[in-house]
């Protein structure tokens, strides 16, 4: 993997010096900057042009939410400006969380995250891939669920086709689809069980929960079980 470039725009000198220290560990990661308000960020983003971004929430002048929306705005008129938003934040109501991502961020992250995972979340972020925390999945699977249940009700139908992705991701789930018992494990991973309460359900062992749910990351192309239940949710497969 190719060094990542990175920097950091949160107004708490404390948490930011803490940031920079958990990320400088890893060997492939570079903090090529820093900020204290959104305003510098901004200015940073457009001129160092960072592979990837920690963005504070709550920052003094104005807030993560609205620096992801300029910054998108920006991007628009200026394809040079590729960088993807982590927003970090103590967080985790509702409504902030869907105003983050309405915004354009890439991924949605905790502060109180471990270190590990949260070089975890940049380096996802960094390859194209939306890192949602765990804590949080559930109001976006709510969210999507929604969507998808309105979709469904001006259609008038019920379908399980594979909708608004990507054409090799089509490509490949149509050409790899998934066997009944995965949608039966997909359906339960929606749902919000863990390996262990799918296993019950579906009178199985756990190893054999294991081995459906890496099946099924893999026909989904997707890396956890939250992305699984996402592209399930906005595809159709699951509703």
């Not at 560990?25 to 960020?41: P, S």
């Not at 983003?45 to 960072?50: A, R, V, W």
């Not at 999945?137 to 929604?146: K, T």
Request: proline residues 2%; contains cysteine; hydrophobic residues 40%.
């Amino acid at each position: 993997m190719s060094e990542i470039r990175v920097i950091v725009i949160e107004d708490h000198n404390l948490t930011r010096i803490g940031l920079k220290a958990a990320l400088q560990e890893k060997e492939d990661i570079k903090v090529v900057g820093e900020a204290a308000d959104a305003t510098e960020g901004l200015k940073l983003l457009q001129m160092l042009k960072p592979d990837v971004a920690t963005v504070d929430i709550g920052l003094p002048d104005f807030d993560g939410i609205e620096l992801t929306r300029k910054y998108r705005a920006l991007q628009a008129e200026n394809e040079e400006l590729q960088t993807k938003l982590l927003v970090l934040t103590m967080q985790n109501s509702e409504q902030s969380v869907l105003a983050a991502l309405g915004a354009g961020a890439d991924s949605y992250c905790m502060k109180d995250i471990e270190s590990d995972k949260l070089t975890d979340a940049l380096v996802s972020t960094y390859e194209g891939n939306s890192w949602i925390d765990p804590t949080i999945a559930d109001i976006v699977l709510r969210q999507i669920r929604q969507e998808a249940e309105e979709n469904i009700a001006k259609k008038g139908i019920k379908s399980r086709t594979i909708q608004s992705v990507e054409p090799e991701i089509e490509k490949v789930v149509e050409n790899y689809p998934l066997t009944t018992r995965e949608l039966e494990v997909l359906e339960l991973i929606v749902s919000g069980c863990d390996n262990a309460e799918i296993g019950k359900r579906l009178y199985v062992t756990v190893g054999t929960v294991k081995t459906h749910v890496r099946n099924i990351l893999n026909k989904l192309c997707v890396d956890d079980r939250t992305q699984a239940a996402v592209r399930a949710l906005r595809t159709g497969i699951v509703s």
